[in-house]
C-alpha cells in the first residue's frame, strides 16, 4: 500500500491531488487512518470525488476521527453545493475555490522530483 497504517499518526501534510482519487478512496482514507494524523493540509483537489467522499471525509472530522486544518477540493466536479456546506461546515479550513494569479497557495512539484513546497509570490514573473 501507498499509505501504511503505522505512518499515518507522523503526516503533517498529505498531498494527494490529480491522481485520480475517487469517493472510495477518500473515504477509505477517513476511516482507515486511525490514529488520525493531525494534518495542517490535505490535498484533494483535481480528482473523481463526488458527494459520497466528501460527506465521509466531512462526518471523520465533524466525529473528530480524522483531524486536519486545512482541506484543498477544487476542480471535483461531481461535489454538489450540499457537499461544499456540509464540507465547509465540518473544517473551517474547506477550500473549494479555483487557484487564481492573485490566490494561492498553488502547490508546486519540480520536474526533478525534489520535496514538494509551496510556489510564492516571488516564484512567479509578472
Same mark, same amino acid.
Given at each position: 500500500?501507498?499509505?501504511?497504517?503505522?505512518?499515518? @499518526?507522523?503526516?503533517?501534510?498529505?498531498?494527494?491531488?490529480?491522481?485520480?482519487? #475517487?469517493?472510495?478512496?477518500?473515504?477509505?482514507?477517513?476511516?482507515?487512518?486511525?490514529?488520525? @494524523?493531525? $494534518?495542517?493540509?490535505?490535498?484533494?483537489?483535481?480528482?473523481?470525488?463526488?458527494?459520497?467522499?466528501?460527506?465521509? $471525509?466531512?462526518?471523520?472530522?465533524? #466525529?473528530?476521527?480524522?483531524?486536519?486544518? +486545512?482541506?484543498?477540493?477544487?476542480?471535483?466536479?461531481?461535489?454538489?453545493?450540499? #457537499?461544499?456546506?456540509?464540507?465547509?461546515?465540518?473544517?473551517? #479550513?474547506? =477550500?473549494?475555490?479555483?487557484?487564481?494569479?492573485?490566490?494561492? @497557495?498553488?502547490?508546486?512539484? @519540480? $520536474?526533478?522530483?525534489?520535496?514538494?513546497?509551496?510556489?510564492?509570490?516571488? =516564484?512567479?514573473? +509578472?
Amino acid at each position: 500500500p501507498a499509505l501504511r497504517r503505522e505512518h499515518a @499518526p507522523a503526516l503533517r501534510e498529505l498531498h494527494l491531488s490529480t491522481n485520480g482519487i #475517487g469517493s472510495e478512496g477518500v473515504r477509505a482514507l477517513a476511516e482507515l487512518c486511525h490514529p488520525s @494524523p493531525k $494534518l495542517a493540509a490535505l490535498s484533494l483537489h483535481d480528482n473523481r470525488i463526488s458527494d459520497e467522499g466528501v460527506f465521509a $471525509l466531512a462526518d471523520a472530522i465533524s #466525529g473528530g476521527s480524522f483531524v486536519v486544518e +486545512k482541506v484543498t477540493l477544487h476542480t471535483n466536479p461531481a461535489v454538489s453545493a450540499e #457537499g461544499v456546506r456540509r464540507m465547509t461546515e465540518a473544517c473551517a #479550513g474547506a =477550500d473549494f475555490a479555483e487557484p487564481t494569479p492573485d490566490r494561492g @497557495p498553488t502547490p508546486y512539484i @519540480p $520536474l526533478d522530483h525534489t520535496p514538494q513546497r509551496w510556489l510564492e509570490r516571488g =516564484d512567479v514573473d +509578472k
